[in-house]
């Protein structure tokens, strides 16, 4: 609430490594690793959660964007042995496909809305640096929503690495932390939409960590740090 933290339900099924798209009061979460790698999906109301209709592909350290539980995309991530470039759109009910990412990728840092979204760095299995954009554009069809969305490629991070912690929207990024084996990092850097910047440095070097607010505001949570147990999968 800005100043402490409050337990609230717990998710259905345990799982690490999933995606969370939405708010503290309405959001869905995709994927992860259980016993396996699965597609769970949960929704989040702000009280409680629930199942829904599973996503249409196994999806490990994916990313998602949306504003609430009814509207989201979910993209990238990694299925058994390949890193993923498909795209799929929530809209309460169901999935429908999107325009596919230029580049396939997982642990991303992620942000922006089921509109304009944004992915940066992540693996492929090489480390990758590149910031890659979602716009959807405008409808102009009846049978397949936002048939003008696109992907987008814009200037590469200065340093390359996965597990970033990613907040902001697509002109005004932020990329904190992350690792490239066998160091994980505290820097953080800044988009401008043309450009990286360096930024603030993280106080603690940490990876595989959640980002959230905006670019001049965010919030890292979670993670692990160097010598702290590695994580699973991939």
Known sequence: NGTSWSAVNAMITANRGLAYGGTANSGMIIGGYGNAYNNQTEVWNGTSWASTTAFCRISYQGSVAGDNSEDIISYSGYSPNAAQDSVYHWNGTAWSIYPSMPAAVWGAGRGGDASNAFAVGGQTPTFQGNIQFFDSGAPTCSTTPFCLATWSSGTSLTTAR??????????????????????????????????????????????????????????????YAPGSPPHSGG
């Open 162 to 223: 996965r597990y970033i912690a990613g907040a902001g929207t697509a002109n005004a990024a932020l990329a904190a932390g992350g690792s490239v084996p066998p160091a994980t990092v505290a820097c953080t850097e800044e988009y401008n939409g043309t450009a990286w910047g360096a930024g603030g440095a993280l106080i603690n070097a940490i990876a595989n960590h959640t980002g959230v607010g905006t670019q001049n505001a965010a919030l890292s949570i979670g993670g």
